[in-house]
């Protein structure tokens, strides 16, 4: 679908156009950068499996590279990986890294392992915890098993920017790294033919307004 044509009650497709008596958008959500440009070009995005698959081989080819260069200082921002939201997406990375890091990471590549300090796990939210929506008690044992796997958690901080291979946090903070793993959101997609006033949303976060019953009110027939 790339167009709906609301007055005539049809649907554009790629391949044609198809007629509804009632439309039902179930097409997801897409990753929200919050308009920040480098982020959406530079950030590695975990949405799909494609993206998964995309990070994994990315993560093992910068192991690759760091085992390579000879001076160690030269490893620590390709070893260092911030991951930008602490909703489930990002708790789940950053704890599977903080796993890889003390089992794959060290069996596979021992000439890393005396620079292991240098291999720095960080987990961002702009929130005062992680998993806002979950109960205290999920809160609280998330945050201190990510931190027993070794998980440097920053929490009350917005990435802001990602440029030079430095992380920009709202708190004032720099991370120098060239892993940006982006796990801070999605939006909804905005098809052509939705009137603007039946959209809202700030800072790039896109929602289309519903009725009680959850239905886009334009589209009921
Ligand atoms: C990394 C990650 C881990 C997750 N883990 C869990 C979990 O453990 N448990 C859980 O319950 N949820 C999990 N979720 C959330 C879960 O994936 C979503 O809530 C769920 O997929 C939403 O279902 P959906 O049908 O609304 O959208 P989607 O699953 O995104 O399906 C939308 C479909 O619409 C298609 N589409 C898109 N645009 C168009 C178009 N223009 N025309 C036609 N077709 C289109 C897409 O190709 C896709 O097939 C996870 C999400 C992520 C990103």
Known sequence: MVKIIAPQNKIALTTGELDYDYLIIATGTETN????????????????INDALEMRNYILMQLERAASLAAAEDRQKVLTIVVAGGGPTGVEISGMLAEMQSSVFRKDYPELEKGRSQSQIYLVDGAAQLLSPMSKKAQDNTYNALKKLG????????VTDYADDKVLLSNGQTIETENLIWAAGVTSQVFEGIPRNDMAGKRGLKRMITTKQRALKIYMP
């Open 33 to 48: 950068y919050f308009g920040i440009e480098n982020v959406r070009q530079k950030a590695i995005p975990m949405k799909t």
């Open 151 to 158: 998980v440097n958690i920053i929490l009350n901080a917005q």
